[in-house]
């Protein structure tokens, strides 16, 4: 394998990428995740395991299938630390001015059906977006974190999303603490000075995610609510009568004591400061509506951070929250920001359609939380790669499916021009072939 490794080689470039995530590993285990990262990149579809192994693996390295169902199942590499790894990496790519802009963590969960009782912690759960037609799909649930960064593309700021891991949850196991737990190990790696914003939807904004916000100075959250969570008006001035001031000022309605003045699309928006049951502290408060008539057509959004505290520019307003009018962008900020909270559904519609997500077909958990996280690795590998070696800076704009699509065409080339090598090199021992590849290798790989 070592011939894979030469100056300018598209391998070479990807180990020398790769390399972290195998820091504490033995090299055996060490290539071996290398060489399933590489399947998965240069793999269009993915059928199951043996399919990488068949078309891929036993073509560069004389380990048998079992070898990496150990290594999913069995594997010593810690899914944390990936995690971590991937965090590191992503901050790495910021540039420099763009220190002062938001980071967003983003946290959901998504369903995935499989057809077969054997697979471990397979279990029939509720849908609430009938994917086939039923309220109850039979399969697996997994708990997504992922990291948005701001990045330069062609002179521009842009906000790259990539995955950092994911968790298969147990019958047994509250998908608020998984999220929890992999984000208070993201934050980790996060500089002292940084801050991050949590975006998530209105099942997490309760329980352990909570607890992780009020507790860490460093985590602040941007999420959508139930509309009948509980809204009150800020503390009322102290009366000098006897006897503890109150905490909280009157109940609000959000139907009527929210001034739906501001109209972004379809959308009318107000906003407030208020108190809730879920934060000691004041908290920033948007609802929206689309038809104020219709009382079901309301929401309402929360952010633990005030806009005063978010230190933008007018310039820089206006490249996070271009839809927003320009007189209501630092009051609408926090609503704005609450927009990339998208970017974790793109990524779910992505893996599962061209990265093989649900293609799985080891049966335990710890191998198919390892297969998903792999795969989490591999896509924030392609996305990351251009912005942390100059050579592939024309893929910054490129999309993943681009961007594998032609570095997976590069690996297959050099691995056939490896294999053919070797079997020349064996048989015929030509010098002559060997260099007229070691030629077109220097001269034709512009990857």
Known sequence: MNQLYQKGMTIKSLRVYFEPYFAGTTRPTANKTFFFLLAIISMQGIQSVRFLYTWFLKRIDTSGLNSYYYLLSQGKISRSLLNQITIRIALSCIPEEY??????????DTLQPKYGTHFEEYQLMFDHARHNGSNYLKGHCFVGLVISVPVEIEGKLRYLSVP???????????????????????????????????????????GAIRKIVSADPQLELIANVRVDTKLYDLPPAPTG????????????????????????????????????????????????????????????FISTIMPEDILLNDQELDTLCPEIPEADRNRLLPYGLYGFRWAIEVIFYEQKTFWSFGKYMVRSKNGIESYVNFLAIAYSGV???????????????????????????AIQQEVFFYTFVLSIENRIKSLAILKAYEQWVEEKHNF
């Open 383 to 409: 996305q990351l790669l251009p912005f942390k070696q100059k050579k592939y800076a024309h893929l910054k704009k490129e999309s993943s499916q681009v961007k594998k699509q032609l570095i997976g065409m």
């Open 241 to 300: 009568k006897r006897g503890r001031p109150a905490k909280r000022g009157r109940v609000l309605d959000c139907h009527l004591d929210f001034d739906l003045h501001t109209q972004i699309g379809d959308y009318l928006v107000g906003t407030r400061k208020v108190m809730t049951n879920l934060f000691p502290d004041p908290i920033y408060a948007t609802v929206t509506t689309h038809n104020p008539e219709n009382s079901s057509s309301y929401r309402i």
């Open 164 to 206: 950092v891991g994911y968790r298969l949850r147990s019958r047994d196991e509250n998908k608020l603490e998984l999220a929890a737990h992999m984000v208070e190990q993201a934050v980790q790696e996060f500089p002292t000075e940084t801050k991050a914003i949590l975006l998530c939807d209105s099942w997490y904004p309760k």
């Open 99 to 108: 220190s002062n802009y938001p980071i967003f963590l983003i946290i959901d």
